[in-house]
């Protein structure tokens, strides 16, 4: 440690956290959430970053005590247990280990009244295991069965037990520790499971955010309100489900069913076959959504229903599932078509898909077109009727035809990939890459399973700014800007000037954080760095540059002095608390005194201050008489610490004590001369404000500025009370643009236009290049897709969501896509590709923004040609006009003409003879992986 007792050296705290960073999550290990921007202020003090060493050791850079007021829900009442939704990991927050925040926490505190946010490592996946940190607990709604309206809220680990959650429930109802008691899962749909695994957590139950539980007490003779769950001895698949005591709840509540049969996680009753719901098991919208489209693909289902499948399943594919994913969603298939039910609860699929895509394991909001991607790929490898597959070396055409190259390229794909999904959802692109140096042309033919396409607006977003004029009359105004979402923070500024003349390079734009600059933005930096959350202004300077010879902006933050007396140690104890609007204020940089600059402050302050009268003695006699009365004396204070105590949560949120040396207060507040008691001093500090890096003396001297150099005003508590106006500090005025309902203009855009874009040509991104075999090296090149051939079924996906590390973001425009005769030969450059027309058949859609909204689906009846509209576990239905609408998302169709219309019977011996041709042809190699990106390249998630 540094002498003192303080924090070791920079470099010193470099080392030891950054060691203890390296460490892995371990189940059952406790890590810390840091609120981001403190982080990033910390790794600026001690040079963490190799091209960030320039403000190491700086006291300019000090972050002072740790504050996560940023991340608790109610700064005002800071809950460790309760959080602002929607946090992202190394935007919002860091997550230390506690090695590492224990000793953060040893050299620089917490403020004052915060509490640790300690979360556990908690395993997710139930056959692939990963480790996560839950950040976010899951609350859970608890209740009594004999009161099953008035639940309580109480959140829980992933990681606590059955057993532990049962106890907290007798605590929370006063159940007496004679009474034998049973606890219940109920879902929506009124069905209830026992929960008789006491050992199990809540993720191996399967509870999800929101879970109704219900405690259960038994009746005085010996019996259950619930009835009594026996388990009879039986193989059978409805034994099997019988022990976890599940049963649907009959209408009255005077009679409970005692045991539990195979049906009762279906609602019972005769219904057409296809148009069974699926129950939302919890946040599980999105996977009904996608298997509801999947349903209604005619060729699949037929494929599943006669049994097709048990002849290719391939157990023993190193890429498949073992078979899971196949069974499971046949079994599944079987109910929804069996005409039985009116829904049907797909706890077993969810369980099988959670084992083998742990991202699907819980039972948070997922995408419907990414779980539909894993299932595709899923089943094609756990049906794909090659058993080993061969290696392939894929060629470049090198100016052969594409006729030759397009179909080498499928054959090759059809040597590793024979399965009911390539059948029916696998097309060919043409891809060409030109190298912007040598001119290479690459091209080569790649394998889709679904078309991702961008769709052709304007993207532009709203950006909220508050304008800081030099004219200290004007107050502050908020304006409402216009920008592109991709645009710079020069693009920002020239908005900004349209609306107030004041020329773009005369803009200093900050996010401005706990009243101080969070981060002074350059002009070439991306919007995207800026979140609707953060609090914008732009300030108007005097000069274009920080290196003006004669001009320094200078930051300036407010703080307000407290000082309280500790008569037990004879010293004061003196606190700093920022507050208002920090200032960027042009002072000259040469030959400014004490009171050159004091005067400077107070007429840029003028609109909100008024400046004492000469025989206005508002400081009082304490501050007379404070060097007689031994209240401050030259050697009371000598280091910085942090303050134990805080007025406020204000105060709480920027505390900072200093046990001041003789320097600390200003000279004309400690000596009675004939010297002003001005109502502020100056103090030079760190870029947060929190850390004093020196003391201005009162004198007639010229003060030295640097372009780092961060000014405090240490306000007199009476000095504020009496002539700072805050109300008048924190008035604005609002610009027409803030209110105003943008006008935009309905853009009509159709399906055909978004194919168009996605096939435009395009220059590839700076961090996504690509590596030129003559020159090389990794280039910039120009990539353009081409349509080759197209499937049975088309599958498209709409580029709705977008979003980076910094935003996030849905696109609700609508697009026009037709339902019956979609023409898709104008796309298809291969000359002999036939018959392209395709009929709507189902949609998946979503509804609301991003991090959540509601998934359903439309889809089209292969027994009526009706069209229905799914919702969980609600079916009804629908028009054909309804399934267009800007919900859409995911859209299916089916290829009109005889190649869809043949029977699964012939589509099935077909492939059965081309599984044991190219079988045969691929014995002579050996299984040693390809060089072809293959399918599972051409399927990216977008």
């Known amino acids: 440690m540094a002498e003192g007792g303080g924090p070791p050296e920079p470099k010193v705290q470099k080392s030891q956290v ?42 300019a850079t000090f972050p002072g005590p740790i504050d996560n007021a940023a991340l608790y829900k109610d700064p005002q009442t800071p809950d460790s247990l309760h959080l602002k939704e929607h946090l992202i990991d190394e935007l919002d927050y860091m997550l230390l280990p506690t090695e590492a925040w224990d000793k953060l926490v040893s050299w620089y505190g917490m403020v004052n009244g915060q509490q640790p946010i300690a979360r556990k490592v908690v395993e997710h996946g139930m056959f692939v295991k990963h480790c996560k940190v839950e950040v976010y607990l899951m609350e859970l709604k608890l209740c009594q069965n004999d009161n099953l309206e008035n639940c309580v809220s109480q959140q829980f680990s992933k990681a606590d037990t059955i057993d532990y959650i049962e106890k907290e429930m007798r605590k929370l109802f006063a159940i007496g520790e004679d009474k034998e008691t049973r606890v219940w899962n109920k879902y929506m749909s009124n069905t209830y499971e026992h929960l008789n695994k006491p050992e199990n957590t809540v993720q191996d139950a399967g509870l999800y955010q929101g879970q109704i539980l219900v405690i259960e007490q038994q009746n005085e003779d010996g019996t259950w309100p619930r009835g009594n769950v026996t388990n009879k001895s039986s193989s059978s698949s409805s034994a099997r489900n019988m022990e976890m005591g599940t049963y649907s709840a009959p209408a009255t509540r005077s009679s409970y069913s005692s045991t539990y049969d195979y049906s009762s996680e279906r609602g019972r009753g005769q219904v057409q076959p296809g148009l069974c719901g699926l129950s939302n098991l919890g946040n599980t919208c999105f996977m009904n959504s996608a298997l509801q489209c999947l349903s209604n693909v005619p060729v699949l289902t037929r494929y599943f229903l006669e049994n097709h499948y048990q002849e290719e399943l391939n157990s023993d594919n190193p890429l498949g599932m073992k078979g899971e994913i196949a069974k499971t969603y046949a079994e599944l298939i079987k109910q929804i078509w069996s005409g039985k039910y009116s829904y049907t609860i797909p706890r077993n699929f969810k369980t099988a898909v959670g084992r083998f895509a742990p991202q699907f394991s819980g039972y948070q909001q997922q995408d419907s077109h990414e779980l539909l991607a894993f299932l595709l790929d899923g089943l094609h490898e756990d049906l794909n009727r090659i058993r080993k597959k061969p290696y392939v070396e894929l060629r470049d055409a090198d100016g052969r035809p594409d006729d030759e190259v397009a179909d080498e390229a499928w054959k090759s794909h059809r040597l590793r990939n024979d399965s009911i999904i390539v059948d029916t959802f696998h097309g060919l692109f043409k891809s060409t890459l030109v190298c912007p140096e040598c001119s290479k042309i690459s091209i080569t033919f790649d394998p889709f399973c679904y078309l991702s396409l961008p769709l052709p607006i304007k993207k532009e977003r709203f950006i909220e700014v508050v304008l800081i004029r030099m004219d200290p009359a004007a107050k502050p105004m908020q304006y409402k800007l216009s920008v592109p979402k ?26 401005v954080y706990n009243h101080r600059f969070h981060k002074v933005f350059a002009p070439d930096e991306g919007l995207s760095h800026i979140l609707d959350r953060d609090d914008i202004y732009v300030y108007e300077v005097p000069v274009n540059t920080c290196d003006d010879p004669d001009t320094l902006i200078l930051p300036v933050y407010m703080r307000e002095r407290k000082v309280r007396q500790n008569p037990s140690y004879n010293y004061n104890n003196v606190s700093t608390v920022l507050f208002g609007t920090p200032l960027l204020v042009p002072i000259p940089r040469k030959n400014t005194t004490y009171e050159d600059l004091y005067r400077i402050m107070l007429q840029k302050m003028s609109r909100y201050i008024q400046e004492p009268d000469s025989g206005d003695e508002w400081y009082g006699e304490e501050i007379k008489n404070c060097v007689k009365d031994g209240v401050i004396g030259d050697d009371d204070m000598k280091n910085d610490n942090i303050d134990g105590e805080a007025e ?121 290049p690509w590596y030129c075999p003559s020159c090389k090296k990794h280039q910039q090149a120009t990539k353009k897709f081409d349509l080759w051939s197209l499937p049975k079924i088309l599958v498209i996906h709409l580029k709705r969501f977008s979003y980076n590390r910094y935003w996030r973001d ?39 923004g991003m991090g959540g909204g509601h998934y359903t689906a439309y889809g089209k009846s292969r027994e009526d040609t009706q069209w229905y509209y799914f919702d969980d576990s609600s079916v009804s239905p629908a028009s054909e006009d309804q399934c267009v609408s800007k919900a859409a998302y995911v859209l299916f169709y089916e290829l009109k003409g005889s190649r869809c219309e043949r029977s699964e019977k012939q589509t099935a011996q077909a492939n059965r003879k081309s599984a044991a041709a190219t079988q045969s042809s691929a014995n002579c190699t050996e299984d040693n992986g390809t060089a072809s990106s293959g399918e599972d390249d051409s399927m990216e998630i977008n």
């Not at 500024?493 to 349209?498: I, M, P």
């Not at 005025?733 to 055909?752: C, F, G, W, Y």
């Not at 037709?818 to 392209?836: C, K, Q, V, W």
């Open 486 to 511: 991709m645009g710079t923070v020069q693009d920002l500024c020239e908005a900004l000037s349209r609306l107030t003349k004041i020329s773009p390079d005369k803009m200093v734009v900050t996010d």
């Open 810 to 848: 849905k696109l609700d425009t609508m697009v026009e896509f037709p339902t019956r005769d979609l023409d898709m030969s104008e796309f298809i450059i291969n000359d002999g590709h036939g018959y392209a027309t395709y009929d709507l058949i189902g949609v998946s859609n979503h509804y609301g």
């Open 18 to 59: 950054s060691s203890d960073l390296k460490k892995e999550l371990k189940k059952g290990d406790t890590w810390y959430l840091v609120d981001a921007k403190w982080f990033k202020q910390w790794k600026k003090y001690v040079g963490y970053d190799s091209w960030d060493m320039y403000g190491m050791g700086d006291q």
């Open 648 to 768: 406020s949560e204000e105060d709480s949120s920027q505390g900072n004590d200093s046990h001041m040396n003789d320097n600390s207060m200003s000279d004309d507040e400690v000596n009675c001369d004939n010297r002003p008691h001005r109502m502020f001093s100056f103090h030079l500090v760190n870029s947060y404000g929190s850390a004093e890096i020196e003391h201005i003396r009162d004198d007639d001297r010229p003060i030295k500025f640097t372009n780092r150099s961060y000014l405090a005003l240490d306000w007199d508590p009476k000095a504020k009370e009496k002539y700072y106006d805050e109300k008048q500090a924190e008035e604005l005025d609002v610009d027409e643009t803030v209110n105003a309902t943008p006008m935009r203009k309905r853009q009509v855009i159709s399906l055909k236009d978004c194919i168009q874009l996605f096939l435009v040509k395009e220059k590839l991104g700076a961090d996504d």
